[in-house]
Antibody, heavy 120, light 110 residues
Framework: QVQLQESGPGLVKPSETLSLTCTVS????????WGWIRQPPGKGLEWIGYVYYSGSTNYNPSLKSRVTISVDTSKNQLSLKMRSVTAADTAVYYC??????????????WGQGALVTVSS | QSALTQPASVSGSPGQSITISCTGT?????????VSWYQQHPGKAPKLMIY???KRPSGVSDRFSGSKSGNTASLTISGLQAQDEADYYCSSYTISSTWVFGGGTKLTVL
């Protein structure tokens, strides 16, 4: 059973860069697509982007200019960097695995989520 | 890209059936059979319930079913149970090769 765990600073200052790491255990990062999704407090889910284990990426157009998603297969980790953050980026950030073999690219395994607050 | 449209809330009594709609456009829901549904209990991560419009992952009860007509997808829960009370989100692939979520629906079991 694959497990995912997000980690990183829980507090980031406005205009700085949010950095999160997702460590995958119980399975290999290779062969799969992986996603980042966020959820502002009390609000709905927002797709941030996907990364393939080879490194190819696909981003939400509204966030594309500020976001970089990457993978490190040697560490079985994926990472999220979001630049120039504002209070509107305060959210629980989830990493998740994409189910193999579906055009929906559904997310079948999720981390527990990491709350990141943007505040000075 | 705009979020898919879901009703803010639905409710039903135990044993009843309810349906949650998810309305998109010809650029997303209407173009592909690539709609997924997620269940989220308070303080928990979402759980995949339906993918590819009507397929259930292993372990998901057959009380959950999905369908699509035109630009609107639907999630139906039959034999409603107390533990079904949660938030439900739809998601769709788009013609821009991106994905979009619905705004979410709060299901209350009366």
């Amino acid at each position: 059973q694959v497990q995912l765990q997000e980690s990183g600073p829980g507090l980031v200052k406005p205009s700085e860069t949010l950095s999160l790491t997702c460590t995958v255990s119980g399975g290999s990062i290779s062969g799969y697509y992986w996603g980042w999704i966020r959820q502002p407090p009390g609000k709905g889910l927002e797709w941030i982007g996907y990364v393939y284990y080879s490194g190819s990426t696909n981003y939400n157009p509204s966030l594309k200019s500020r976001v970089t998603i990457s993978v490190d297969t040697s560490k079985n980790q994926l990472s999220l960097k979001m630049r120039s953050v504002t209070a509107a980026d305060t959210a629980v950030y989830y990493c998740a695995r994409v189910k193999y073999g579906s055009g929906s690219y559904p997310l079948d395994s999720w981390g527990q989520g990491a709350l990141v607050t943007v505040s000075s | 890209q705009s979020a898919l449209t879901q009703p803010a809330s639905v409710s039903g009594s135990p044993g009843q059936s309810i349906t949650i709609s998810c309305t998109g456009t010809s650029s997303d829901v209407g173009s592909y059979n690539y709609v997924s549904w997620y269940q989220q209990h308070p303080g928990k991560a979402p759980k995949l319930m339906i993918y590819d419009v009507g397929k259930r992952p292993s372990g998901v009860s057959d009380r959950f079913s999905g369908s699509k007509s035109g630009n609107t997808a639907s999630l139906t829960i039959s034999g409603l149970q107390a533990q079904d009370e949660a938030d439900y989100y739809c998601s769709s692939y788009t013609i821009s090769s991106t994905w979009v979520f619905g705004g979410g629906t709060k299901l209350t079991v009366l």
